[in-house]
């Protein structure tokens, strides 16, 4: 139907736009970490504000709490506006499950040209700038070792498996004093705790420092991390290590520092989106 036909007409179609839209996926947060979203939402505006942002939500007990929506909503109303073109940012670390249902998720609207941007881990030398960046955080070899904490998944079949578990090889063939863990599945937590206890680490590093790989360093953080019990933090100390994690100011308040607060992780984001911008105007 063409908008300046007769039905087009009646029915008031709106302007047909050429720019994309701008959609940011994020899991959401029902905390603290909000903070870390509005860090995000001041660089696209400083960046790409000639562009029309939306945001859309992919937890569904957050959506349920907050009155928020989904992918599908956004993009129904991506299209409604007039838009034929839509670049669907997430804020995923690593390429896993989630990341492909956004894709499948795009599929339902074959009237959008949609492009869902890499994640902030989507190549190998994506890796190595993102433990550059958090590397600026490690405890130096005389001082202490350092943890990397990952997300993880517990499927087995997940294709970020492979990334967890090559950021791993490539984390401890760099820095002889880092280990890395996540909190769910590979690499395993207790078997990396296990490692450290037959190790003896405890007596050559005094300290252990958790760095958190993650967007958000929220309820994870707070409680599995560094919770007073049934957490790293309990496990590690009683091991006799001295346990911290990198915290950060903002707006006056603390809070314990993902990559949200790390600046070079927020441009990184921006140059997905500015990639998928470019291939957007190919197609």
Known sequence: ???????????????LKEKPAIIIATFGSSNRGGAALEIFRDKLQEVFGDYEHFWA?????????????????ILAKVEANGYRKAIIQPLHIFPGTEYQQLIETSYYFPGLRTIVSETLCHRWHFVRQILDVVAGEFLPPDKGLNLLALHGTPLVADPVNSAYLGLERTAIDLYPNVLVASIDG???????????????????????????????AGLHVKKDLMGETGSWRETLENQGFTVECPEVSYRDERYFKGLAFY?????????????????????
Do not use: W
């Not at 939500?57 to 909503?73: D, H, N």
């Not at 600046?263 to 197609?283: G, K, M, N, W």
């Open 1 to 15: 139907m063409h908008q300046h036909g007769y039905i087009g007409r009646k029915m008031r179609l709106p302007q």
């Open 186 to 216: 590979v690499p395993d937590h207790e078997s990396v705790f296990n490692r450290i206890d037959t190790l003896q680490l405890n007596r050559k590093y005094p300290r252990i420092k958790i760095i958190p790989v993650m967007y958000f």
């Open 263 to 283: 600046p070079e992780c927020i441009d990184f984001f921006a140059e997905r989106i500015s990639r998928s911008l470019t291939l957007a105007a190919y197609y």
């Open 57 to 73: 939500y992919t937890s569904e007990i957050i959506r349920k709490k907050k009155g928020l929506p989904s992918l599908q909503e």
